[in-house]
């Protein structure tokens, strides 16, 4: 009798937590695409904000549900996009680290690394990143663009030497 109780208890709590996570789902379905068919540019950082918060709150409120990852990544993307460089890489951190599991775990270390490096512009932890990324990921199809960006920062060449170098090389090629 005990066991039927506890099964009925668990099939109502998740019978009245589905229709909550299905709506929640759906508003930020909704805001993401309202960002998706604006025609104004800059992103409307109300609605940016929005989808943000609502996503941070599904996978606070629903951390098991794997819509939970997928909502954070977007989320984190939706920061980039308007210039929130620290929410976007602390949400990326977040699906990395819980959500490994997820198909885009690999480009959350990824872009937390490229962020750091091309928007923050915070060098120690652009590298740091990176060689986290490729440790993690070494066969990874971004592995070989992280071992290359990484090789740029430790050389202390800027992007101007940089530029200059594949030039160079560009000319000597047709040489």
């Known amino acids: 009798m005990k066991q039927l109780l ?3 208890i668990v099939l109502l709590l998740f019978a009245a937590c ?3 996570a299905d709506k929640s789902k759906a508003e930020i379905e909704g805001l993401r695409q309202q960002l998706a068919t604006a025609t ?7 609605t940016a904000g929005q989808l943000i918060e609502k996503s941070r709150a599904y996978a606070d409120r629903f951390p098991e549900d794997t819509a939970s990852a997928r909502l954070l990544f977007q989320a984190a993307e939706v920061s980039k996009a308007i210039a929130k460089h620290p929410q976007a890489i602390e949400l990326w951190r977040r699906v990395a680290d ?3 599991a997820y198909a885009k775990a690999p480009e959350s270390l990824f ?3 490229f962020t750091y490096d091309n928007d923050v512009a915070d060098k120690e932890n652009a590298v740091e990143s990176y ?3 490729i440790d993690k990921y070494p066969q990874h199809e971004l592995a070989d663009d992280a071992q290359q960006l990484l090789g740029y920062l430790k ?7 940089i530029m200059k170098e594949f030039e ?4 000597d090629s047709l040489q």
Do not use: M
């Not at 104004?40 to 109300?46: E, G, H, M, S």
């Not at 160079?168 to 000319?171: E, G, I």
């Open 6 to 8: 506890g099964i009925s």
């Open 18 to 20: 589905s229709p909550n």
């Open 40 to 46: 104004t540019f800059p992103l409307d950082t109300v």
């Open 98 to 100: 819980k959500y490994p």
């Open 111 to 113: 872009l937390i690394a």
């Open 131 to 133: 060689q986290a990324f």
């Open 155 to 161: 050389s202390g060449k800027t992007i101007e030497d």
């Open 168 to 171: 160079q090389a560009a000319k």
